[in-house]
Nanobody, 115 residues
Framework: QVQLVESGGGFVQPGGSLRLSCAAS????????MGWYRQAPGKERELVAS???????NYVQSVKGRFTISRDNAKNTVYLQMNSLKPEDTAVYYC?????????WGQGTQVTVSS
């Protein structure tokens, strides 16, 4: 079983920055894809960014140029650096790990962007 633990959420003013971290533990096979999803109130969960074991990244258009995803394979940890945050980035952010047909989720961390 794989456990994902997120940290780094919080409250920030528009234009500010936050860095999310997600540490995976348990039996983790490679290659895999780790990523961040978010869900705002009344909206569906959406993929924000993902990164493969080899470092290939993918971003939703709305965060390109503002967010950067990275990972440390030795630590089984994925990061999301979020800059120039906007109120529309407010959501619960979930860490995700996928390999073949298996998918694992973290418990979520709240990010609130407001003046």
């Amino acid at each position: 079983q794989v456990q994902l633990v997120e940290s780094g959420g919080g409250f920030v003013q528009p234009g500010g920055s936050l860095r999310l971290s997600c540490a995976a533990s348990g039996i983790i096979f490679s290659p895999n894809t780790m990523g961040w999803y978010r869900q705002a109130p009344g909206k569906e969960r959406e993929l924000v960014a993902s990164i493969t074991s080899s470092g290939i990244t993918n971003y939703v258009q709305s965060v390109k140029g503002r967010f950067t995803i990275s990972r440390d394979n030795a630590k089984n940890t994925v990061y999301l650096q979020m800059n120039s945050l906007k109120p529309e980035d407010t959501a619960v952010y979930y860490c995700n790990l996928r390999r073949l047909v298996s998918t694992y989720w973290g418990q979520g961390t709240q990010v609130t962007v407001s003046s």
